[in-house]
């Protein structure tokens, strides 16, 4: 395979989880008698220009089809950061009625509907049409299509330039990755901005996070990558932002290379620096990942066994595509973790990709009163203990699996 942005031969391996089926394709219960497509699951590090990738296998139309059953807006804690993004965007850059935003990937209007709130003119783009019209039914205008320089340039010549774009969460998810950024540097006008927010790599290496790979993910994000990458699609990184989003991410602010004004941050320059002591354009940094995956699927399955033996009843909250990929890996089914509840009611009486593990809703948990409950969107832990505080009415434990397997109270 060849690096999807330099053409460089892929040759560091980094991590390998064998053979899924993509993360986000929930199984209804009359899909169960027929077989699932599994597609290998191999990430590569281009020793060139170190942006990584998942080898392709599964194009953008199967991963996202028009049933894509993820919605932004079932965790209050994304939505609480989305509310202040949008009113951060409109003071740092001025935002009034008479500005234009677009958001790419808008889901379900998650985050446009705080910029409508706010008197801000916008719209956004989504491919997906179940999200789609989630979005619409809040009265936010979608394009729904995928986004690049086709798109981008239509638009353009429609009069929709935009002082603003966001792209939370989608980079990752595009197979074509130049096509993608292009469409921004021709949509953005010569003085709007662009902001991207995504996992970043070197987060994920540091706490071992694995499970933040499946097929939707075609590429993993450094931000020594991204300013390299960016700027040969004509879009210069000035800022970047950390953040404790999805176990640490970025957002890094982007402007139009060829009219862009605004100078280098303090911060972009000491994200870099981290990211160079850390050695991210070494194979080094990239050696032992999965050594790290095996041992923490190692314990998680230890635990589970453990558990059916003494007895002790066990359940899962949050149907995630990072558990999905938990699950596929360590080769969990239902005889040792029986269901798991998600508050979207797209999924409750779905199954789980791969796993075929029963999705339910709430009331089951409170019926079953399970002696640990596992946490498989970790990076909403805080959130998601609160939530089921009641839990601890019956002395049920909550259990995490990565970075390490935890049993919290």
């Known amino acids: 395979m060849k690096c999807r942005h330099c053409s460089a031969e892929l040759a560091t391996s980094f991590l390998d989880l064998g053979t899924s089926p993509p993360s986000n394709a929930y199984l209804r219960r009359d899909q169960l008698a027929a077989p699932e497509t599994w597609f290998p699951l191999r990430i590569m590090a281009c020793a060139s220009c170190w942006l990584v990738q998942t080898e392709d296998y599964a194009s953008r139309e199967i991963l996202f089809s028009n049933d894509y059953a993820y919605f932004s807006s079932f965790s209050s804690s994304w939505l609480a950061q989305c509310r202040d993004y949008a009113a951060t965007m409109v003071h740092r850059y001025g935002l009034t009625g ?32 179940s999200t789609a019209a989630a979005a619409r039914a809040k009265g936010i205008e979608i394009v729904e299509e995928f986004f690049g320089v086709a798109l981008a340039t239509r638009l353009r010549d429609q009069g929709r330039s935009a002082d603003l774009m966001a792209a939370n969460n989608v980079v990752a998810h595009v197979p074509d990755v130049g096509d993608f950024l292009k469409g921004f540097a021709i949509l953005l006008k010569p003085s709007g901005v662009a902001t991207f927010e995504f996992p970043h790599l070197l987060r994920m290496v540091e706490h071992a996070q694995f499970d933040t790979a499946y097929h939707e993910h075609y590429s993993y994000w450094s931000l020594t990558a991204a300013v390299r990458v960016f700027a040969a699609n004509g879009l210069t990184i000035f800022d970047a932002d950390e953040l404790p989003s999805h176990g640490g991410s970025l957002r890094v602010h982007a402007q139009r290379s060829d009219t862009g004004t605004r100078s280098p941050s303090d911060t972009l320059h000491a994200v870099l ?19 790290r995956a095996e041992g923490i699927k190692d314990a998680f399955v230890a635990f589970l066994i453990e ?30 973790l029986p269901w798991v509840v998600d508050a979207n009611p ?64």
């Open 98 to 129: 008479a500005s234009l935003v677009c958001e790419v990937a808008a889901n379900d209007g998650y985050l446009l509907q705080y910029f409508k709130s706010s008197g801000i003119p916008c719209y956004g783009v989504e491919p997906t049409a």
């Open 273 to 291: 620096a981290a990211e160079h002591r850390a050695g991210v354009e070494t194979p080094a940094f990239y050696a032992g990942f999965q050594t």
């Open 307 to 336: 558990a059916k033996k003494t007895g002790l009843k066990v359940g899962a909250y949050g149907a995630a595509a990072k558990g999905n990929t938990l699950l596929n890996f360590a080769g969990i089914k239902s005889d040792l």
């Open 346 to 409: 797209v999924k409750q009486g779905m199954f789980l990709p791969g796993s075929r593990i029963p999705i339910v809703a709430e009331e089951r948990l409170r019926a079953e009163k399970p002696d640990r409950i596992v946490l498989l969107p970790w990076n909403l832990k805080d959130e998601l203990m609160q939530k089921l505080a009641y839990a601890r009415e019956w002395n049920a434990k909550f259990v995490i699996a990565v970075p390490s397997l935890l049993i919290l109270d």
